[in-house]
C-alpha cells in the first residue's frame, strides 16, 4: 500500500468518526425533541380533562355559573389544542367536542339542566381521545 493510499484511508477514517461524533448527538437530539413535544401534548390533554371534569362536576351540582366559567376555559383550550395539533385523526376528533361548545355554553349560560347530556359528552370524548394515546 502506498504512502497516499494511507493518507487517503486515514482521512477517511477521520470524516467518518467526525460524522458519527455529530450523527449520534444530532439524531438523540431530535428523539429527545419529539419525546417532549409528545409530553407537552399529553400534558396539555391532561388540564383539558381537568378542565372537563370540573365543568361536568359543576354542571352536575347545578352551579352553571362556575360550570360556565369551566366550559369557556375547556372550550378555549380545546380549540387551541386543535389548532396546534399535526395528526389529522386526532385533530378531527378534537373538532368533534368543539362542535358542541354552543350548545352546552348557552345551556349553561341559561341555567339550563337539558345541557347535561352535552356536557357528559364532551367530556366521554375527551376521555376517550386521551385514552387512545
Not at 356536557?119 to 375527551?126: C, I, P
Request: proline share 2%; with cysteine.
Amino acid at each position: 500500500m502506498t504512502a497516499a493510499r494511507r493518507w487517503l484511508w486515514a482521512a477517511l477514517v477521520l470524516l467518518l468518526g467526525v460524522l458519527a461524533a455529530y450523527l449520534v448527538p444530532a439524531l438523540q437530539l431530535r428523539s429527545a425533541r419529539e419525546e417532549i413535544a409528545a409530553l407537552r401534548e399529553s400534558s396539555r390533554l391532561a388540564d383539558l380533562q381537568a378542565e372537563a371534569a370540573l365543568m361536568f362536576l359543576e354542571t352536575c351540582q347545578k352551579n352553571y355559573g362556575l360550570a360556565r366559567e369551566h366550559a369557556s376555559r375547556f372550550f378555549d383550550q380545546l380549540r387551541v389544542l386543535r389548532h396546534d395539533t399535526s395528526d389529522p385523526a386526532r385533530r378531527q376528533a378534537l373538532e368533534d367536542v368543539l362542535q358542541l361548545r354552543d350548545r352546552v355554553i348557552a345551556g349553561l349560560a341559561q341555567g339550563d339542566a337539558g345541557v347535561m347530556p352535552a356536557v357528559e359528552t364532551a367530556f366521554r370524548k375527551l376521555r376517550q381521545l386521551s385514552e387512545r394515546t
